[in-house]
């Protein structure tokens, strides 16, 4: 089993940056599919980002305010590691960021699905404030 922990996160000013580290131990993760999603206070939990095991295909959420062009997923299978480097923050960024591990996804649009992923962290907890 993998346990995935996320870290990284804090208060920043919008307009700041911040990078999300999802530390993976137990198991490998260089055959998974690595989302992140976040969930604000009172809302569901939704989907930011993902990318596949070899790092080649990543695939960002398209909300009204589109996170791709300001968020970049990346990793480093070699650190069993993956990144969430976010620029241009927003107040509406705020949430509980988590990253999640999926072993049997094989469409990077499938990757956007909670269900898809078997292995979860905790969250790391992203302040942004105006």
């Known amino acids: 089993q993998a346990q995935l922990v996320e870290s990284g996160g804090g208060l920043v000013q919008a307009g700041g940056s911040l990078r999300l580290s999802c530390a993976a131990s137990?198991?490998?993760?260089?055959?998974?599919?690595m989302g992140w999603f976040r969930q604000a206070p009172g809302k569901e939990r939704e989907f930011v980002a993902a990318i596949s095991w070899s790092g080649s295909s990543t695939y960002y959420a398209d909300y009204a305010d589109p996170v791709k062009g300001r968020f970049t997923i990346s990793r480093d299978n070699a650190k069993n590691t993956v990144f969430l480097k976010m620029n241009s923050l927003e107040p509406d960024d705020t949430a509980l960021y988590y990253c999640a591990a999926g072993f049997s996804i094989w469409t990077m649009t499938r990757s956007r699905n909670i269900n898809e992923y078997d292995y979860w962290g905790q969250g790391t907890q992203v302040t942004v404030s105006s």
């Open positions: 137990g198991s490998t993760i260089s055959s998974a599919v």
